[in-house]
């Protein structure tokens, strides 16, 4: 597609349940990266793809977050027994070679 | 460990006043420095960004930076602010090779008065 697409926009959750975050990234873009943006913060890394493989996860915060690029292109964020304190942006990010390219977020809320 | 400072956390300035948004960044290599744009509800827009040669860069929007070494600063600069700058500024550092994590401030934000 033309440019990074993330779904849902917005996502409201109750606590404790799962969620998952979609991204589908620029055709042929190699790099793929999650950024967690909490409110008055700069986004802050998650984790990064280069093809199917998690090249750098050490972003994650815990073990209740995990995420998947199975092909190469698309990706899912996922979230398990989630927590008032996972409310935030999650941002993803692709790149093919110096240059990222953001989606517009989806926005998590869990009450 | 990389990070980046921000020390403004709002800025607010008259539509057609000058502009600069400090940023001062900790890198143990040659960095990779971004400035990003984020609109209400938008995502990250790339204003310009620094990876070797002429420490001043020019980026859209009329925006431009200026790399300095000495002080580990990267500056960004509007000579006249339109009432659509208005919005939340990000530096970012990363590392020289490119398609790794960066690392954003935590961000101005950009208020225009008339």
């Known amino acids: 597609g033309a440019g990074v697409s993330q779904t849902p926009s917005n996502k409201v959750t109750e606590k404790g349940k799962y969620v998952e975050l979609r991204c589908d990234p620029i055709s042929g873009h190699t790099a793929l990266y999650w950024y967690r943006q909490s409110l008055g913060q700069g986004p802050e890394f998650l984790i990064y793809?280069?093809?199917?493989?998690?090249?750098?996860d050490s972003g994650l915060p815990n073990d209740r977050f995990f995420a998947v690029r199975p092909e190469g292109s698309v990706s899912t964020l996922k979230i398990q027994r989630t927590e008032r304190g996972d409310s935030a942006v999650y941002l993803c990010?692709?790149?093919?070679?110096?240059?990222?390219?953001f989606g517009s977020g989806t926005r998590l809320t869990v009450v | 460990a990389q990070s980046v400072t921000q020390p403004d956390i709002h800025i607010t300035v008259s539509e057609g006043a000058s502009l600069e948004l400090r940023c001062n960044y900790s890198y143990g290599a040659t960095p990779y420095l971004f400035w990003y744009v984020q609109s209400p509800g938008q995502g990250l827009q790339l204003l310009l960004k620094y990876f070797s040669g002429d420490t001043l860069v020019q980026g859209i929007k009329g925006f431009e930076a200026e790399f300095k070494r000495s002080q580990s600063s990267f500056n960004l600069r509007k000579p006249s602010v339109h009432w659509s700058d208005a919005a939340e500024y990000f530096c970012?550092?990363?590392?020289?090779?490119?398609?790794?994590?960066?690392?954003f401030g935590t961000g101005t934000r950009l208020t225009i008065i008339p």
């Open positions: 793809f280069q093809g199917t493989g998690a090249a750098d």
């Open positions: 970012a550092v990363g590392p020289y090779f490119g398609n790794e994590k960066l690392t």
């Open positions: 990010a692709s790149s093919l070679h110096l240059g990222y390219t």
